[in-house]
């Protein structure tokens, strides 16, 4: 009979903590990324490397983690990818795409200072959208055809 007191107030006390979002773990280190001579190579994760995809290679995340890279000198994001493993100098904590380089501004230095946190949430904050798609009214969104031609004047 104690024991299923004991276990209700444990799930009691286990249940009312409050579910964050957010990672508060945040890892600080030194960042780098691909050579482009790694591009079309296979990963770790038996993925394709491609160096416009948003990924990244860490020793210790499982693969498909989605981890938020913050660049400490500019302060900014982006989301990436766990699909490889590496780096495998100790100098660095994380090998980042050109993709994911070039939106944190550090393809001029070749790394960078980076704070590191796990996406708990799963949604990726930037995901581009056709500028067709922009400009329809939220009512018309249901009927998207799987193709969706350029407005006219942009063709070639």
Do not use: W
């Not at 409050?18 to 770790?44: C, E, I, N, W």
Request: hydrophobic content about 40%.
């Amino acid at each position: 009979m104690r024991g299923h007191i004991a276990l209700t107030f444990l799930l009691a006390a286990a249940m009312s903590l409050p579910l964050q979002p957010q990672s508060t773990l945040t890892v600080k280190g030194k960042a780098s990324y691909y050579h482009d001579m790694f591009h079309g190579r296979r990963t770790a994760s038996g993925s394709r490397y491609h160096r416009d995809s948003l990924t990244c290679a860490h020793l210790k995340y499982p693969f498909g983690t989605l981890l938020r890279v913050r660049n400490v000198r500019n302060g900014k994001e982006v989301v990436v990818k766990v699909t490889d493993r590496g780096p495998y100098s100790s100098r660095y904590i994380i090998d980042l795409s050109r993709a994911a380089a070039r939106h944190l501004d550090i393809l001029n230095h070749g790394h960078a200072e980076v704070e590191l946190s796990v996406c708990l949430d799963g949604r990726v904050p930037f995901k581009p959208v056709p500028d067709t798609l922009r400009l329809m009214p939220i009512a018309m969104l249901d009927t998207i055809p799987d193709f969706v031609p350029p407005p006219l004047g942009l063709l070639p």
